[in-house]
């Protein structure tokens, strides 16, 4: 499944920049949403990782109502090789590992022709 193509430009209000100024520097400027194309809930963006702190991540959603930013425990699921979820825990959609963003996709495709030894997951479909 694609990656929802939502982007939103943000920027932090102060009192968040204050609260969160010891964590490190905050990068702001536009998210993407990170969730699989068919959720039909809010649009969700990790702006940073509370590193194993409870709450697991600081998250922004946002709507055309508006934007909310909180932190969100991590999602429990875990592939076969016990690979993390990667979103918040009671997420919308698919699971990280079944979203695939079509522009990284497009690029590692590209590149893989040319440097297939970096890319041997696309080495079996060469006539692409």
């Not at 930013?69 to 999602?75: D, E, K, Q, S």
């Not at 963003?101 to 297939?116: F, G, I, M, V």
């Amino acid at each position: 499944m694609n990656q929802c193509t939502s982007v939103m430009a943000m920027t932090a209000p102060d009192r968040i920049v204050a609260l969160y100024a010891a964590v490190g520097q905050m990068k702001f400027g536009h998210v993407l949403c990170e969730l699989g194309e068919d959720h039909n809930n809010d649009h969700a963006a990790m702006l940073w990782d509370e590193g194993g702190r409870p709450g697991g991540a600081v998250w922004t959603q946002w709507d055309d109502r508006g934007v909310r930013i909180a932190a969100l425990a991590w999602c429990p699921a875990l592939t076969p090789k016990e690979e993390a979820c990667g979103l918040f825990a009671d997420h919308p959609s698919a699971h990280a590992w079944d979203v695939i963003d079509p522009t990284k996709e497009a690029l590692s495709r590209e590149l893989a022709k040319h440097y297939r030894h970096l890319f041997p997951e696309y080495n079996e479909d060469d006539e692409d």
